[in-house]
């Protein structure tokens, strides 16, 4: 099918500001938003810049805005976005974080909020040389937490952004509580300060905007209240 | 502007996070009582890196659900390896998986678990109780995301453990001296600067190659750049001719749908709905190893049991989960049946999935011993401070053909121990001088490729060499087409040395990313197909039709590999056959 791919483009060495370029393309339906973007560098302009590297929704590289909403290129079908002969689909860099060019965002501020929640195992319990015992109900209860793939959608979702800048983020608070309801972790304490802050978890307004984009399908806002809700037992409060 | 590290470790996957975390542990102290100065330099996120892709699981014998040893597990990797493996090597890698597993699940890896709160384990391709008896569960799993969970334990703990990072980095050279190497030099994608990095120490961890074939399940990143850098500077590269194809991808894309899915009960079935593995190993069945599988389904669509059934390399056959039910396929394969549901619109609870091989893993690459260390000839020699690990590396724990679960296996066991002994030599080396032309090849590299001249365009190059790789080079071969696929590559890297970038940028400029990433290509493409055609054998999933038999009284060799002023010259070293002597291999 037809379509034509609306671009947004940014040459920090030529531009002042992002402009639309429209690329159109006869391809596939059954084609990812990857391969329409590879076909565009590769055939019309080797000029466009965007991040990819799997290519099948695991890496977490070609998170963008493409027709409104926040995506994995390569986990989008055309035929999942294209409404028709000769749809018009807007591709766009994610929200939030500072474009380099074109759709490639700098992710800088999105890895330190990562960072900033302690992302690791903490116990400093000796173990015996084999496996710390973890029954499948434990195992269960941070499964939702572990499929995160850091790829930014959620960043650029929330609408929270737009009056707090310095909110840590729904990734962070995913692989916040990825250790705080795994029953091997004693890091709590250590991630209190993060976490029970007015830019921490506290800053959810429950927009599930997050959710409804997570590429891996992630109940973030759930994630997110039951962090809320583990601080205030910590606290001492109902 | 030249940095200084201590150690410095190019790639960001399981094996180079596993290295940087061992080089870069307080208790190694260097001669000041400073922690070893570490450095991971990546062309991609860290998080990003292909490890992550790992689907089914990490081999060890646990016995967490039934007997196992290692020995069995050693034993199986070398008849995995049709005999290729170095057994002493083996043996280590079955025996250090125990100790591996347990560190990672001490570090935070989310292990699936038993019903009494173990690590839970199951079945996978050519792993088997009481060599080769029957079917053992060892795989350890994090349901099918088990390198996701790899990769993310090992960067938390690197986090932890304060390594620095040079993010979007691109090896361009290595500059050794002799045989000691002291540092590399790359070029900074936010930028467009080539930087030197100066280091006692080098450890490659860049992984594997598959983007050398047209239909891959490997990342567009897997090109190689570790071990197409080191062979232009005269490092040989061993086994080249073994490449695994997986028998599972998805049909036209190349997906991995990994071994796990046969490993929980799938079955291959062809047009008639015959289980035909039935007639390929009577014992194993659809959990032959891989390049037996790749093998038995070629064979089923040349005879017209493909599902179209005309006898065509692109034809497919069927991986059938629908007996299995919604509660395996949605708790311990998530992500398999999401993979069908997505790029399919197939749900494997009802109907089966296509699937065909897919170009999917290195088993030769930069040859090295059981600390990393590079080997710089036939006799064994090797280079001082140059390491290499995981899949980029050649050890030789897979021979021939490796197992599933292997991979991560060898990361992990192989990247540690390969930082652990970067850790002790930092500690006693000093820095080496970098010439002062040190950067000067990499910089008339990107000179050429970015001065505004006109010349052929990568994409047609690259395509041009995907299409070869895979219809002369693939699952079968022989010398006609072998010889052709040599003379077309000679060719197109001759066009290569004409091509130029279309993005006249000098930041983030991926354009010029991906040429660097096609010339290494190149390189390796050519030495895959010349040692491919030297090795007059069918041995492991490198398969003759001219040459159907193993050949061992010749070839029981690893070979060697050198690219010189655009030849390829080769060699051979022994293979270490002390603990088992090779049998015909029959599952």
Known sequence: ?238 | MTKEFDALIVGAGGSGLYAALEASDAARTVSGGAKPRTAVLSKLFPMRSHTGAAQGGIGAALGNVEEDRPEWHAFDTVKGGDYLVDQGAAVLLAEDAIRAVYDLENRGLAFSRTPDGKIDQRRFGGHTRNFGEGPVRRSCYAADRTGHQILQTLYQQCIKNGVEFFDEFHVLDVIIEGRRCCGVSAIELATGEVHLFKAKAVLFATGGFGRMFRVTSNAHANTGDGPAVLARRGVPLQDMEFFQFHPTGIRGLGILITEAVRGEGGILRNRRGERFMERYAHTLLDLAPRDMISRAILSEIKAGNGMRGDGTIDDWVLLDTTHLGRDVLEKKLPDITGFSRTYLGIDPVEAPIPVQPTAHYAMGGIPTDIDGRVIADAAGNVYEGLYAAGECACVSVHGANRLGTNSLVDLVVFGRRSGRHMADFVRKADFVALPADAVEPALVEVARLTDGARGPHGNIIRGEMETVMMEKVGIFRNDADLALAVERLKELRGRYREVRVQDGSRRFNTDLLGLLELGNLLDLSYLTATAARERTESRGAHARDDHPARDDARWLRHSLAWLTDGRVSTDSRPVDVSTWAPKPRAY
């Open chain 1, 1 to 238: 099918m037809r379509i034509v791919l609306r671009i947004s483009r940014y040459n920090p060495e030529t531009d002042t500001a992002p402009h639309d370029e429209d690329y159109p393309l006869d391809i596939d339906p059954t084609a990812s938003l990857l391969d329409a973007l590879i076909r565009v560098k590769g055939e019309q302009d080797g000029s466009l810049s965007f991040r990819r590297s799997c290519g099948h929704g695991v890496c977490g590289s070609d998170a963008m805005v493409i027709a409104g909403v926040e995506r994995l290129a390569c986990k989008t079908l055309v035929r999942e976005v294209a409404d028709g002969e000769d749809a018009v689909l807007a591709i766009q860099p994610l929200k939030h974080l500072p474009v380099q060019r074109d759709l490639m965002v700098d992710q800088r501020k999105f890895f330190d909020s990562y960072r900033s929640i302690k992302p690791f195992l903490i116990n400093n319990d000796a173990t015996d040389g084999r496996e710390r015992i973890q029954s499948q109900k434990e195992r269960a209860a941070f499964d939702d937490a572990t499929s995160c793939i850091l790829c930014g959608a959620c960043f650029s979702a929330c609408p929270v952004f737009e009056k707090n800048a310095s909110y840590v983020g729904p990734a962070a608070l995913v692989s916040a509580a990825r250790f705080l309801f795994d029953s091997r972790d004693k890091g709590m304490a250590q991630r209190m300060n993060v976490l029970d802050d007015p830019n921490g978890a506290w800053a959810c307004e429950n927009h599930f905007d997050c959710t409804r984009v997570c590429p891996r399908e992630i109940k973030v806002t759930k994630n997110i209240n039951a962090t809320k809700r583990e601080i205030d037992k910590v606290k001492g409060k109902k």
